[in-house]
C-alpha cells in the first residue's frame, strides 16, 4: 500500500477529505521525524514506539575494493512493534 492508497482508505473510512487526511498524515510523519531527531520517543499504545537507537562505529568492507573501512557511529531510527499490533499481524 502506498501513501495515496493509504490515504484513499483512511478518507473512505472516516468520512474526511483525502487533502484533510494527507494533512494529517505529514503533520503525523512530521512531528514523529521531529521528535526522533530531537532525542523523544514517541509511544503509541497498543501500536508501537518509535525512537533513535545508537549504532555503535564498526568495521566494514568496501565491495569495489576489498578494502576495509571504518563505518563512523550514528543513530538510527527504528520502530518497536506494540503487542497489539503483534497480535494482530499473527492471527
Do not use: H, W, Y
Amino acid at each position: 500500500m502506498n501513501k495515496n492508497e493509504f490515504v484513499a482508505k483512511i478518507a473512505d473510512d472516516t468520512g474526511f477529505k483525502k487533502s484533510e487526511v494527507e494533512k494529517f498524515l505529514d503533520s503525523f510523519v512530521n512531528t514523529v521525524k521531529e521528535a526522533i531527531a530531537g532525542g523523544d520517543k514517541v509511544q503509541l499504545v497498543g501500536f508501537g514506539t518509535f525512537e533513535a537507537k545508537e549504532r555503535d562505529e564498526r568495521t566494514g568492507i568496501n565491495p569495489a575494493t576489498g578494502e576495509k573501512i571504518t563505518i563512523a557511529a550514528c543513530k538510527v531510527p527504528a520502530f518497536k512493534p506494540g503487542k497489539a499490533f503483534k497480535d494482530e499481524v499473527n492471527k
